[in-house]
């Protein structure tokens, strides 16, 4: 049997009432929601426009009923807030467009746009992050980190909601990537398995200061690449080589290589 005393100590934790929704309850929703802006199945019929404006309500309604269950912690009412993100999802589509379109450019691999949404964890990913941070640019707690974690025991792919990724982004392969919460991202950008865009410290001291890198637009960064320092910024236009390991700042159209050095004891 166990402890009276540990059963106890649960039990006075499940009285206190839970103030935040179901982490199952996100999970269904902004699922549902990525399946409304990218359907496995897709019909051409004239009432289409219609049908979609009572999914799109109908999310609402939801992404309401979820904000209002965790209404003392947020700025504002509920229904406002989800009013809001509601009128983000066009441009968050139109990015993930431009996703969608690095992928295919970007990977000789990539047969059509169907198979980069459907079978592409980077992409996946990605659209879980843009997700979030429309939440996270809201000021709502937890649910945009739920969203990314989600995502990321999906894929191996832990994209922090606060970090600000701009269009035309692409992760190859993707298991492994790392990407901090104050990383700022530009246009064009690839990343490839295994990168750490990191923090030089994890002090608590540090929370509310810019701790993780800022990576300027065309930068290519390969596998096992990397990167920390919240002063270090890689130039436009550069390339980091695979296994690079860079705490300072680099100017535009700068190349790095990790240089192997093999000895042979005799």
Known sequence: MLPNSFLEALCQKHSKPNTFPATSTVKELFTDISLALFPEQTQRHFGCVDELQEAFDQIQLRLTRLLRSMQQHLDEDAR?????????????????????????????????????????????????????????????????????????????IDIHPGATIDEYFMIDHGTGVVIGETTNIGKHVKLYQGVTLGALSVSKEMASQKRHPTIEDHVVIYAGATILGGET????NSIIGGNVWLTRSIPSFTKIYHQEQVKILQ
Not at 233 to 236: D, E, H, L, S
Request: a negative charge; hydrophobic letters at 50%; glycine letters at 4%.
């Open 80 to 156: 406002t807030l989800a009013a809001a993100y509601i009128q983000k999802l066009p441009e968050i589509y139109r990015v993930l467009l431009t996703d969608i379109q690095a992928i295919m450019m970007g990977d000789p691999a990539a047969q059509s746009e169907y198979e980069v949404i459907r079978a592409y964890p980077g992409f996946y990913a990605i659209t879980f992050y843009r997700l979030a941070h429309a939440l996270f640019e809201l000021n709502i707690p937890i649910v945009p980190r739920i969203l990314t974690e989600y995502a990321h025991s999906k894929t191996g």
């Open 233 to 236: 910024v890689v130039g436009a």
